[in-house]
């Protein structure tokens, strides 16, 4: 298929080179330019990418990019033609994701969200899982563009309901994460060695996804960005607003976004979420870290 892929960050960058891998003809665009994809025609503009595409893919950072990404002065609105699909994989506003779409279908464009969970590994290794708002049979169509950056789609509604759904996903992680790190504070502060209370968890029903995957790199000390720390901030601040919209309260969310806003006052906002631990640990006096870190 011809795809114009728009946003070459973290996830993008490896989600385009594996639609080029997969044989499909690509443009692609950063607003930071000098990033390539091999096997990808570079584009000047999101316009110039999405003239003659199939699809439109956005991967971008956040509401505002989206907007100016389709309807800014060089978006991808000027090179819309009647039977193309945009499909966005940031993670915005479920609102905004509504607006947008009606915009575009008044052009004859299908509109898909496609928020996707796996981090930089999955987006690496193409096993992505895409979490999706849209119709049924403009779906069945992207599905040879999914195949080849995932490994598995859930449709979770209409069109914004992918995006409902990532900043319900995002909460989890949040609030999961965040459990785990005052864990590991209390427990070096009273002297339990933290590889053992990880091993412990890895045992029981306290066991998650989200400690299984980033306990060893919090007892290494490394704290380089999977998912940047900015990233889940912003994304948590969208939850908040769309629970708002939706009269809907989230007290624990709420303390845990304060936990952001400090680490990135602390500067933490370009490492990893993880780096929120640093917090609890300048807190508390001590320092979580496996035996070999």
């Known amino acids: 298929m011809r795809v114009a892929f728009l946003g070459l960050g ?36 999101p316009a110039a990418a999405a003239q003659g595409a199939e699809v439109v893919w956005l991967c971008v950072s956040d509401t505002a990019a989206v907007e100016s990404v389709l309807f800014g002065p060089d978006g991808v609105e000027k090179s819309l033609a009647e039977g193309m699909i945009i499909a966005d994989s940031s993670t915005i506003s479920p609102s905004a994701t509504v607006k947008f779409a009606e915009r575009v279908r008044a052009k004859g464009v299908a509109y898909v969200d496609a928020p996707m969970t796996g981090s930089k590994i999955g987006a690496g290794n193409g096993t992505l899982i895409f979490m999706v708002g849209g119709d049924e049979a403009t779906i069945e169509r992207l599905k040879p563009l999914f195949a080849a950056m995932g490994k598995k789609i859930f449709r979770m509604g209409d069109t914004g309901k992918g995006q409902a759904t990532k900043l319900a996903m995002n909460l989890q992680i949040a609030l999961i994460f965040e459990g785990f790190a005052e864990a590991l504070t209390l427990a070096t502060k009273l002297g339990v060695e933290p590889q053992q209370l990880l091993s412990l968890i890895e045992a029981t029903m306290v066991r998650s996804g989200v400690v299984d995957y980033k306990g060893p790199f919090v007892l290494q000390r490394d704290f380089t960005p999977n998912f940047p720390l900015r990233l889940m901030h912003k994304d948590i601040r969208l939850t908040l607003e769309a629970a708002k919209e939706a009269r809907v309260k989230l007290p624990a969310l709420e303390t845990v976004e304060e936990i952001y806003e400090m680490a990135t006052e602390d500067g933490h906002q370009d490492l990893d979420y993880a780096a929120t631990l640093t917090l609890l640990e300048k807190w508390a006096g001590v320092q979580v870290k496996g035996e070999a870190a």
């Open 10 to 45: 973290i996830m993008g960058h490896a989600m385009a080179s594996n639609l080029a891998k997969a044989g499909h003809e690509v443009a692609v665009w950063n607003r930071t330019p000098g990033k390539q994809v091999e096997g990808a025609r570079d584009a000047a503009t």
